[in-house]
Nanobody, 124 residues
Framework: QVELVESGGGSVQAGGSLRLSCAAS????????IGWFRQAPGKEREGVAA????????FYADSAKGRFTISHDNSGNTVFLRMNSLRLEDAAMYYC?????????????????WGQGTQVTVSS
């Protein structure tokens, strides 16, 4: 019903920047929210940022505020996550996810479709 493809991951030095992309396709009603989540080895998956393009709303985890920016292109089908001032603790597999329910937040339960992930490595 919904396909999500992440890209843009890579290896950067601490303090550097990276922009991730999430290309979404399929039923638009089931992907009105797009969220970015990450999971590092040995840690639980956590929400990073989310966007509701038609609602004009964004949501950020505390760890992302002031450093990361979520946005979308003019078509509304591609969502970006610009990550600045990257830290070692930002290293993780980053996933984009889509939700179409009534609650806009960063809880995993509100996202029903997931991409395969893109790896972000941060070195010092």
């Amino acid at each position: 019903q919904v396909e999500l493809v992440e890209s843009g991951g890579g290896s950067v030095q601490a303090g550097g920047s990276l922009r991730l992309s999430c290309a979404a396709s399929g039923n638009a009603y089931m992907r009105k929210f797009i969220g970015w989540f990450r999971q590092a080895p040995g840690k639980e998956r956590e929400g990073v940022a989310a966007i509701w393009p038609s609602g004009g709303r964004t949501f950020y985890a505390d760890s992302a505020k002031g450093r990361f920016t979520i946005s979308h292109d003019n078509s509304g089908n591609t969502v970006f996550l610009r990550m600045n001032s990257l830290r070692l603790e930002d290293a993780a597999m980053y996933y984009c996810a889509a939700g179409g329910g009534d609650i806009f937040d960063l809880h995993i339960r509100n996202y029903n479709f997931w991409g395969q992930g893109t790896q972000v490595t941060v070195s010092s």
